[in-house]
């Protein structure tokens, strides 16, 4: 069983950044991506990115490209998500999530941070 918590959320104004934390109890064999996802109010949740511990590949959504970097430490067991020029269609819940990368690329991981909120003023 592999426990996620997230912190770093908070309030903030539209251009500004923030820096997410996710820090897993352990790494397992089936918890070897962590991903990060976001859910908007009346919004179904939505994939935002995913890195693997072990060879750091990535990937992104589209709508946060050039402007969210996936990041770990591997030491630490602790993945960062440092968001940069913020928007107000940032604003949401974000959860980390660790699993398969596949399973994480589907959105089905199966394990859960319970989530941050990061909320962008315009």
């Known amino acids: 069983q592999v426990q996620l918590v997230e912190s770093g959320g908070g309030l903030v104004q539209a251009g500004d950044s923030l820096r997410l934390s996710c820090k897993a109890s352990a790494r397992t064999d089936d918890s070897a991506a962590v991903g990060w996802f976001r859910q908007a109010p009346g919004k179904a949740r939505e994939f935002v990115t995913v890195?693997?511990?072990?060879?750091?590949?990535?990937k992104y959504a589209d709508s946060v490209k050039g402007r969210f970097t996936i990041s770990r430490d591997s030491a630490e067991n602790t993945v960062y998500l440092q968001m940069n020029n913020l928007k107000p269609e940032d604003t949401a819940v974000y959860y980390c999530?660790?699993?398969?990368?596949?399973?994480?690329?589907?959105?089905?991981?199966?394990?859960w941070g319970q989530g941050t909120q990061v909320t962008i003023s315009s």
């Open positions: 890195i693997s511990w072990g060879g750091a590949a990535t």
């Open positions: 999530a660790a699993g398969p990368w596949s399973l994480v690329l589907l959105s089905k991981p199966p394990y």
